[in-house]
């Protein structure tokens, strides 16, 4: 017997249920929606499978992302970002920019989601070169606006490539204030760098964060 996903309430109800499911400790409550799904008159609602698409990476169960990404009938702009970031945030580096190619060569135009997640996979495998290419190609190939979000990513690929004037110097100069996600990425990029100067000039409330972050780290590891 087939399910009703009918409704503009059934589907936010699903949505809520996909949205929760956070990690692979709860990968078993992502399989019984995802059961539902199938089992519903609108198991090939698009919305539905990106929605399960996002939630398997999630779960770092790359195997049943891909097979439900590769099966939709028809994808959009936010079924390629789904994958993208499965594969970029469990570090399948390569398979992202792999991705992101063939999103380009079927003409599928990338938004400020889909940057995200090459500059991750940049970051996760050194590569400077391309991802200050996919930066720069977000405005003058795309015309898409940077975000704050763009430019931490950069400072943290910056830092970890040991550029740490270059990333200093980014975040000091992009057309955002700074706040504590910027300069934690300053920080954890550049750990065998001396940053005293730069540390102090850093806002009180920044450095509470930071601090606070520090320390629960710190519980984290002697627990």
């Not at 990404?69 to 789904?82: D, L, Q």
């Not at 970051?123 to 405005?139: R, T, V």
Request: proline share 3%; with cysteine.
């Amino acid at each position: 017997m087939l399910i009703t996903i009918c409704t503009s309430r059934d589907e936010a109800l699903v949505t809520q249920l996909a949205r929760s499911i956070r990690d692979a400790r709860t990968l078993a409550q992502g399989q019984w929606i995802h059961k539902l799904v199938d089992q519903s008159v609108q198991s090939h609602n698009r919305y539905l499978r990106n929605l399960l698409v996002e939630m398997y990476g999630k779960c770092h169960d790359l195997e049943l992302a891909v097979a439900i990404f590769e099966t939709m009938p028809e994808r959009n702009t936010v079924s390629w970002n789904a994958m993208l970031h499965g594969y970029a945030k469990n570090a399948h580096a390569v398979e992202t920019l792999d991705l992101y190619k063939r999103m380009a060569c079927e003409g599928v135009e990338p938004d400020t989601t889909t940057l995200i997640a090459t500059l991750i996979a940049c970051n996760h495998i050194g590569l400077l070169a391309l991802a200050i290419h996919h930066f720069s190609s977000m405005s003058f190939d795309h015309s898409i606006a940077e975000t704050i979000d763009h430019y931490c990513c950069m400072i943290d690929i910056l830092g970890r490539a040991g550029k740490i004037p270059e990333a200093q110097e980014l975040l000091h100069t992009m057309p955002f204030q700074a706040n504590h996600v910027a300069y934690t990425a300053l920080l954890n990029s550049s750990r065998n760098a001396p940053l005293a100067s730069s540390v102090r000039s850093f806002p009180v409330d920044t450095m509470y964060v930071l601090l606070s972050n520090l320390a629960a780290q710190n519980a984290t590891f002697h627990n």
